[in-house]
């Protein structure tokens, strides 16, 4: 059982350049999140999803957009990369939105803005 | 809104060491919480959770109690080991999404 993949797992960028990072999982979560992880910061709330075709912005949703065209997806894009996306990027999911249930986290993307 | 507050750390301790990181929250009503740990190089993994007061969440020889008199939720262990380094983060869910406190560096030396 995969659980949450996450690809790539180290990514470059220049500035203004564009670029998806992948999530996937196979448990058949309706719930699914993106977090960015910043030093100090903990972790932040980017986008999230309560099931196919609906999603909405969480507590830093500028520069990023999503969509989740199928449960098992959920891909984040960045329209145009800025050093201030340098981060580490976590997608996680759940059986339902009842926070109740826990989450599960991906391994994480590293990205860096040159 | 709600909120957690961990202690952030970063904590070096010895071998077979008492471990205690402190965790209070605010929220409306009444709140899931949970403590999530992160190993180098990986993401989070759940590693307890209390879904009502006094709920004693265990795991791996880590154990928090929810107290909503104190709005406590803090981990403890009685020994630990050098395979325990990593980060660990208190989170709360309740109305709102799942947030996580900042996050603890713990560095457990032989």
């Known amino acids: 059982n995969a659980g949450v993949t996450q690809t790539p797992k180290f990514q470059v960028l220049k500035t203004g350049q564009s670029m998806t990072l992948q999530c996937a999982q196979d448990m058949n979560h309706e719930y699914m999140s993106w977090y960015r992880q910043d030093p100090g910061m903990g972790l932040r709330l980017i986008h999230y999803s309560v099931g196919a075709g609906i999603t909405d912005q969480g507590e830093v949703p500028n520069g990023y957009n999503v969509s989740r065209s199928t449960t098992e997806d959920f891909p984040l894009r960045l329209l145009s990369a800025a050093p201030s996306q340098t981060s580490v990027y976590f997608c996680?999911?759940?059986?339902?939105?009842?926070?109740?249930?826990?989450?599960?986290f991906g391994s994480g993307t590293r990205l860096t803005v040159v | 809104g709600d909120s957690v507050t961990q202690m952030e750390g970063p904590v070096t301790l010895s071998e077979e060491a008492f471990l205690t990181i402190n965790c209070t929250y605010t929220?409306?009503?009444?709140?899931?919480l949970f403590w999530y740990v992160q190993y180098p190089g990986e993401g989070l993994q759940l590693l307890l959770k209390?879904?009502?007061?006094?709920d004693k969440g265990s795991n791996k020889g880590f154990e928090a109690t929810y107290r909503k008199e104190t709005t406590s939720f803090h981990l403890e262990k009685g020994s630990v080991q050098v395979s325990d380094s990593a980060v660990y983060f208190c989170?709360?869910?309740?109305?709102?999404?799942?947030?996580f406190g900042k996050g603890m560096k713990l560095t457990v030396n032989p």
């Open positions: 209390a879904t009502k007061a006094d």
């Open positions: 996680a999911s759940s059986y339902s939105e009842a926070v109740g249930y826990g989450y599960t």
């Open positions: 929220a409306t009503g009444y709140p899931s």
């Open positions: 989170a709360l869910g309740g109305s709102e999404k799942l947030v």
